[in-house]
C-alpha cells in the first residue's frame, strides 16, 4: 500500500491519466446527449491532459512541487473548451496545496482534491449541479474520509473513485437534461477515469497511449457543458491590489464583495489580496479594501471582464506582445476559408482556425491576443464550448482582453458589423451585445447516432436543423427543414438573411436554398456566401 507521493510518482500518475483520457475519449464523447457532431468533453480533456504530458516528460526528475506546478501551468494554457477549463481549475488546486512539498501524504492528497474542487466552483460563474464539478466534489469529500482512517495516498484514491463513482450514477438525477437522455455526465466520466488511471499507476501498473502528447484532430468531437454564462449586470470592473498590513481575513473581504457584485475572483498570499469584481459601486469596494492595507495597484472601468494581471509564463515571454499601435484590436475564431475572409474583411486582426469540431486551447487563442497590435482585443469564440477558454486568457497577456460572449458565427459577425472604432470599450459593448442579441441563428447539420431528444426520435444520418440552441426538427429531406426555417424567420419579420453554405456543399445546390427563402421571404435581402465551414451544411443569420 502506497503511503506517500513524490515528484516522480506524480508525475507518472497525471501521464497515466492522459492515457487513459486518450484511450476512452470517444466513449466519452458519445456521452453527449445531443447527438450533433461536435461533442467533444473528452476530446477536449484529451488534449488539455497532453499538454501536460509534453512538459512533463521534458522535466528532468522534477520535485512534487515542480511537477504539480508544471501540470497545472500547462494545462491552464492548454485548455479547451468548458471541460479543459474546469480541468486546469482542479489541478490548479491541487499544485496549490502540494506547494513546496516534497512528499505528499494522503491526508495532503485529499486536500489537494479538494482545494481543486474549490477552485473549479469560482470558474464557473454559475455552478450546475450535476456536471463534473459535482463529482469531483463529492468524490473529493470520499478522499477526505478514507484518510481519516489511513493516512495514505492510496486510500484517498481509492475514496474518491468510490464516493466519485456513487455521485457519478446521481448526476442523471441531478441534471434534467441528462435525465431526460439518460445518460450520465460526460465530465464526471472523465474525472472518475483520470483517478483510476493514477490509483493504476500508483500501483505500478503505468498506462500508455499511443502518440501521447501529440494532438490529433477527430471526425468525433462533442459538446457537452452548456453552463450559463448569462450577461453581467454590474457596470463597473474593479480590479485591485492590496497589501496585507494587518490580521484581517480575506475570506470575510470575498464575502463581503459577494454581495456588491458578481463575476468575482480573490486571489491572496502571505503579501498581498488581488481582486477583480464587477459592481456598481467601486468606490466603496476600493474604500473597504483599505481596511486591510495599502493599495498597491487599482483599476475602475466601466466594461466587462478587463484583467490587468501581467505575470505570465516563461512560454508566453518567449512571445512578446506586439506593441500596441492602434487602441482597438479584434481576435476571431471559425472554420472554413470563406468565413475566414468574412472576419479577415471586417478588420478582425487574428483568425483562429476552430469551432464545432476543434476548440482552440486558451495558449491558441492568447498567442493571437498578444499577436495583435492593440491596446484593447476584443475576442469572439463564436461557440459557446470556447468562451471560458476565451477568458481563461486574461492571465496569460497583459493586453486588455474582452471577450464577447458570441455563441455562433452570425452573432459574432453582427457583434463586429456593430463596433465604432471612436466609441468607449462600454459603448462598443453595449452595442456587440445588442446586435448579438437581435440576430437569429439556424444551422443545418446532421446526427452522429439515434436518438431521442425533446421529443425527437433522431436516426443516424439525419439532417438536423437547430434555430438558436434548441432542435428544430429533424428529417431525412433538408429542404423540407430549410423550408421550415424560412417560414419561421418570414413570420418574425426578419429583413436581412445570410446563407453560409458548408464545405461539403456545391454553389448550384446553395442558391436552390436561397430560392426557398426568396419564395418564403419576399421581402427580405437575401446574401449568399461560401463560408466553408465542416460539420454543418449551412449556417443562416436572421435579423
Known amino acids: 500500500m502506497r503511503q506517500t507521493i513524490d515528484g516522480a510518482a506524480f508525475r507518472r500518475m497525471v501521464i497515466s491519466a492522459a492515457a487513459a483520457i486518450e484511450i476512452h475519449k470517444q466513449q466519452i464523447n458519445e456521452?453527449?446527449?445531443?447527438?450533433?457532431?461536435?461533442?467533444?468533453?473528452?476530446?477536449?480533456?484529451?488534449?488539455t491532459l497532453n499538454n501536460a504530458v509534453v512538459d512533463l516528460k521534458r522535466a528532468e526528475?522534477?520535485?512534487?512541487?515542480?511537477?504539480?506546478?508544471?501540470?497545472?501551468?500547462?494545462?491552464l494554457r492548454g485548455a479547451r473548451g468548458n471541460s479543459g477549463v474546469i480541468l486546469s481549475q482542479l489541478f490548479r488546486g491541487v499544485a496549490k496545496e502540494l506547494k513546496g512539498a516534497e512528499e505528499?501524504?494522503?491526508?495532503?492528497?485529499?486536500?489537494?482534491?479538494?482545494?481543486?474542487?474549490?477552485?473549479?466552483?469560482?470558474?464557473?460563474?454559475?455552478?450546475?449541479?450535476?456536471?463534473?464539478?459535482?463529482?469531483?466534489?463529492?468524490?473529493?469529500?470520499?478522499?477526505?474520509?478514507?484518510?481519516?482512517?489511513?493516512?495514505?495516498?492510496?486510500?484517498?484514491?481509492?475514496?474518491?473513485?468510490?464516493?466519485?463513482?456513487?455521485?457519478?450514477?446521481?448526476?442523471?438525477?441531478?441534471?434534467?437534461v441528462l435525465k431526460k437522455a439518460?445518460?450520465?455526465?460526460?465530465?464526471?466520466?472523465?474525472?472518475?477515469?483520470?483517478?483510476?488511471?493514477?490509483?493504476?499507476?500508483?500501483?505500478?501498473?503505468?498506462?500508455?497511449?499511443?502518440?501521447?502528447?501529440?494532438?490529433?484532430?477527430?471526425?468525433?468531437?462533442?459538446?457537452?457543458?452548456?453552463?450559463?454564462?448569462?450577461?453581467?449586470?454590474?457596470?463597473?470592473?474593479?480590479?485591485?491590489?492590496?497589501?496585507?498590513?494587518?490580521?484581517?481575513?480575506?475570506?470575510?473581504?470575498?464575502?463581503?464583495l459577494a454581495t456588491m457584485g458578481d463575476s468575482l475572483v480573490?486571489?491572496?498570499?502571505?503579501?498581498?489580496?488581488?481582486?477583480?469584481?464587477?459592481?456598481?459601486?467601486?468606490?466603496?469596494?476600493?474604500?473597504?479594501?483599505?481596511?486591510?492595507?495599502?493599495?498597491?495597484?487599482?483599476?475602475?472601468?466601466?466594461m466587462r471582464l478587463q484583467h490587468t494581471e501581467k505575470v505570465l509564463s516563461e512560454a508566453e515571454r518567449n512571445n512578446q506582445p506586439a506593441p500596441p499601435e492602434k487602441q482597438y484590436g479584434m481576435v476571431a475564431v471559425c472554420a472554413g476559408e470563406g468565413l475566414t475572409s468574412v472576419f479577415k474583411d471586417l478588420?478582425?486582426?487574428?483568425?483562429?482556425?476552430?469551432?464545432?469540431?476543434?476548440?482552440?486551447?486558451?495558449?491558441?487563442?492568447?498567442?493571437?491576443?498578444?499577436?495583435?497590435?492593440?491596446?484593447?482585443?476584443?475576442?469572439?469564440?463564436?461557440?459557446?464550448?470556447?468562451?471560458?477558454?476565451?477568458e481563461q486568457t486574461q492571465s496569460l497577456t497583459e493586453k486588455n482582453v474582452v471577450v464577447v460572449r458570441s455563441r455562433t458565427v452570425p452573432q459574432g459577425i453582427s457583434a463586429i458589423l456593430?463596433?465604432?472604432?471612436?466609441?468607449?470599450?462600454?459603448?462598443?459593448?453595449?452595442?456587440?451585445?445588442?446586435?448579438?442579441?437581435?440576430?437569429?441563428?439556424?444551422?443545418?447539420?446532421?446526427?452522429?447516432?439515434?436518438?431521442?431528444?425533446d421529443g425527437f426520435a433522431i436516426r443516424k444520418g439525419d439532417y438536423l436543423a437547430l434555430y438558436g440552441s434548441a432542435l428544430f426538427g429533424t428529417s431525412r429531406d433538408v429542404n423540407g427543414l430549410l423550408k421550415g426555417l424560412a417560414e419561421k424567420i418570414a413570420s418574425e419579420g426578419k429583413e436581412i438573411i445570410t446563407i453560409f453554405y458548408g464545405e461539403n456543399i456545391e454553389e448550384k445546390a446553395a442558391e436552390k436554398v436561397v430560392k426557398i427563402f426568396e419564395?418564403?421571404?419576399?421581402?427580405?435581402?437575401?446574401?449568399?456566401?461560401?463560408?466553408?465551414?465542416?460539420?454543418y451544411y449551412y449556417l443562416i443569420s436572421a435579423e
Open 104 to 176: 505528499a501524504t494522503g491526508e495532503r492528497f485529499a486536500a489537494a482534491l479538494q482545494t481543486g474542487v474549490e477552485l473549479a466552483y469560482k470558474a464557473v460563474m454559475k455552478p450546475t449541479e450535476g456536471t463534473v464539478l459535482t463529482v469531483a466534489r463529492l468524490a473529493a469529500g470520499g478522499a477526505l474520509e478514507a484518510v481519516k482512517e489511513h493516512d495514505y495516498v492510496e486510500y484517498a484514491l481509492e475514496g474518491a473513485i468510490d464516493a466519485g463513482k456513487v455521485a457519478l450514477a446521481d448526476t442523471v438525477n441531478q441534471n434534467p
Open 347 to 390: 478588420g478582425v486582426d487574428q483568425v483562429i482556425k476552430g469551432g464545432q469540431t476543434m476548440n482552440p486551447s486558451t495558449q491558441d487563442i492568447a498567442l493571437a491576443i498578444n499577436r495583435t497590435p492593440a491596446e484593447t482585443v476584443f475576442v469572439f469564440p463564436n461557440n459557446k464550448n470556447i468562451i471560458m477558454a476565451a
Open 519 to 535: 419564395k418564403a421571404c419576399p421581402d427580405a435581402e437575401i446574401s449568399l456566401i461560401n463560408g466553408g465551414q465542416p460539420v
Open 31 to 47: 456521452l453527449n446527449v445531443f447527438p450533433v457532431p461536435d461533442g467533444d468533453t473528452g476530446t477536449n480533456m484529451s488534449m
Open 418 to 453: 456593430a463596433f465604432d472604432p471612436e466609441a468607449s470599450v462600454e459603448d462598443n459593448l453595449m452595442a456587440m451585445r445588442e446586435a448579438r442579441h437581435n440576430v437569429s441563428t439556424m444551422q443545418i447539420t446532421y446526427a452522429a447516432r439515434d436518438s431521442e431528444f
Open 182 to 256: 439518460g445518460v450520465v455526465d460526460a465530465g464526471g466520466v472523465g474525472w472518475i477515469t483520470i483517478l483510476n488511471a493514477m490509483l493504476s499507476s500508483l500501483r505500478g501498473e503505468d498506462i500508455v497511449a499511443p502518440e501521447l502528447g501529440q494532438e490529433t484532430a477527430t471526425k468525433e468531437e462533442a459538446t457537452f457543458s452548456d453552463f450559463d454564462t448569462a450577461d453581467i449586470t454590474f457596470g463597473y470592473c474593479t480590479e485591485f491590489i492590496v497589501s496585507r498590513d494587518n490580521d484581517g481575513d480575506p475570506e470575510a473581504l470575498r464575502d463581503w
Open 266 to 302: 480573490l486571489v491572496e498570499d502571505e503579501e498581498i489580496i488581488k481582486v477583480h469584481v464587477h459592481t456598481n459601486h467601486p468606490g466603496e469596494v476600493i474604500e473597504r479594501a483599505l481596511t486591510y492595507g495599502g493599495l498597491i495597484t487599482v483599476k475602475v472601468e466601466n
Open 61 to 75: 526528475d522534477p520535485s512534487l512541487t515542480k511537477a504539480a506546478d508544471i501540470t497545472a501551468s500547462a494545462l
